[in-house]
């Protein structure tokens, strides 16, 4: 292979009475062939003999999960899949693939990225988000007394180094982080850095594998909620730090990916949260969105009232983006929203259907129920579901859907993170079933309920795992590209 691309590398002719420039061309040839990583590697074609076009038609069939591979062949190769111009040619014949990013906080709430290709299970880590580092930090000690009177310039460059270490450092998300993604890209929103909220955002480009920092919200927010619509992310809520403590947000506010610019939306009206029958609940209870879930083309945002460690369903709001307005929840889908631990409710979208996790009173197992909405009532479609997570983690489980078809992301009894995929039967959503669980490989879930009929019985069926140590989980997301 070396001597066929050191033959299409060589852009100089030889001749016999120019020994010199003979020479020095073999050089050339040598060093494209060998070692690929001088300036003249960018006359090289990415596969020899080949058009570099035809090159990137074979690239943009290859699965994702080669693409760690190939961006160590060479700079060509890693330049080559970290382009927008394969991913675009991947979207166009059809190739893109699903993969579930999900998020772990560890020891000292460090945060760290998993991405899991569900066609061969493999995990990847993804690079840690940026951590501030600055030079005046390790020259600190360096600076006396004499440095304090030295020329202005000094002076001027110190306190300069003191205020962009405190703006910098208050950016990082510890904490109350929402997370997002639109376009093909990671987001990271907000939380809570050295007990005050923060507004920065972080993005992770797949195809570039690193993090950027992007427009700040117009607000700083911790533990909002977030969605998409028309290829904008909405962020909605969350609270804020006052002088009284943490104070929910009514407030909402979308970012354009395309222009890297946020916009505000109208405010939450809390409807049902002003109809307390006295001044002193109005007071005492807050009202705080607990989730969000795009269903049909709205946010669709349920709600409760609270004053730790207290919680009470409200109901909730729905946003249409094309009249720019909110409106009451439906009282069927928002007071029977099932909630899970810190009133927070925990749904997701497959395939049109709204799917929502209720851990129910049991602390062995829980339901999936989905949204009718023609009758405007939750149904339970799925009787049982393995729970082994039983610590007070802040998200003992996640949902998640790709593949057209719903996942639950949990702990299995030796502590490693499981992605499980239910294969759902076909049943109607109007139908009242209350089907029972077993997870393929593994003993059945249902021996404490009757047995249900084979057409009803749910499998679960093990996609992946992982031993991601004593590091919680926090949240997912499913980028396709």
Known sequence: MGSVMSLSCSKRKATSQDVESSNESRKRRKTCSETDDDADDEYCRLIPSLPDELSIQILARLPRICYSSVRLVSRRWRSAVSTSEVYSLRKELGRTEEWLYVLTKGQEDKLLWYALDPVSTI??????????????????SSYGLWDMVSPS???????????????????????GCAIGAVDGCLYVL??????????????????????SEVSSMLASRAYSKT????????????????????????????????????????SMPFSKAQVLPNAFLADLLKPI???????????????????WPFFVDVGGEVYD?????????????????????AGTKLSVVVDGELYAFDPSSSMENGKIKVYDQ?????????????IYDLTDSESPYLLAGFHGKLHFITRDPNRNVTVLRADV??????????????????RSLSEKANAPDKSDTVIWKLIATKDFGAAELVSCQVIDI
């Open 227 to 266: 969605g998409v619509l028309n290829k904008k992310l909405y962020v909605v809520g969350g609270v804020d730090r006052g002088r009284g403590g943490l104070s929910p947000l009514q407030s909402a506010e979308v970012y354009d990916p395309s222009t890297d610019a946020w916009s505000e939306v109208p």
């Open 153 to 175: 310039f000094r002076v001027t460059e110190f306190v300069r180094s003191l205020f962009a270490r405190k703006d910098s450092s208050e950016q990082m998300p510890f904490c």
């Open 123 to 140: 995990w990847q880590r993804l690079p840690p988000m940026p951590v501030v580092v600055y030079e005046e930090e390790s020259r600190k």
């Open 374 to 386: 023609k009758e405007d009532t939750w149904k339970v479609v799925i009787g049982e579901v393995p």
């Open 289 to 307: 969105a607990t989730g969000m879930t795009c269903y049909n083309g709205r946010l669709c945002v349920p709600q409760s009232l609270y004053s």
């Open 190 to 211: 907000g939380g809570l850095s050295r007990s005050q909220t923060v507004s920065c955002v972080w993005r992770f480009d797949p195809i570039f594998n690193s993090w």
């Open 321 to 341: 983006p094309e009249t720019n307005l909110w409106v009451e929840m439906p009282s069927g889908m928002g007071e029977g929203w099932p909630a899970r631990q």
């Open 425 to 442: 039967p076909n049943i109607p959503v109007s139908s009242p079933s209350s089907s029972s669980s077993s997870v393929s490989g593994s």
